[in-house]
């Protein structure tokens, strides 16, 4: 597909797709316009809003794209990517691939480099594997063997995993990357 056929067919699918989350929320155009409005962007009222769906607009921007995904309440590579509703989505002219392999292409989910999102994923989902452990810790404490061995062996893998954890946001002070909060975590005293 042309660039220009391929730019108009991605306006059109966020336009279907956002008439199936207005529609499915029960939502009239015009709500959604309000909404819109709410969230700080005028340029979408109701008619603006009814010419995109019909295909009379044929033109969507990536700020209006985040706006009415926030209205719809959805994220907004859903409205680009029809996870569930297409068995495949032209995500670059010429490039097809399934919408959750080209959500996961466009959010950088299973990244494996160098980059500051790679390094930044792996700062939060060794964080989520830290408070699982932990939670597992109190889960177990809660029903009377705080220093049993299913106890003891999250509290392994809790220190490990810290390490780890200890050790990225190395990386990423080094990087001169804005480190992210701690979150509750006693790491690197921060």
Known sequence: ME?????????????AEVRRHRQARGMSAQALADRCAELGITSLPRSVIA???????????FAEVLVLAAALDVPPVVLAFPVGY??????????????????DWFD?????DDSALALLLQ????????????????????????????????REV????????????????????VLPPSAGLDVDGD
């Open 3 to 15: 660039q220009q056929d391929w730019a108009s067919a991605t306006s059109r699918t966020i336009a």
């Open 51 to 61: 010419n995109l769906e019909n295909g009379r607009r044929g033109n969507v921007t």
């Open 86 to 103: 297409a068995a495949t989505v032209e995500y670059l002219p010429g490039e097809s691939a399934p919408p959750l392999d080209a959500r």
């Open 108 to 112: 950088g989910t299973g990244r494996d």
């Open 123 to 154: 700062h939060r989902q060794l964080e989520q594997r830290i408070r699982g452990h932990y939670r597992r810790i109190w889960d177990t404490a809660e029903t009377g063997e705080p220093d049993g061995p299913e106890a003891q062996a999250a």
């Open 158 to 177: 809790a220190e490990e995993l810290t390490a780890q954890l200890r050790e990225v946001r190395t990386e990423i002070r080094a990087r001169g990357l």
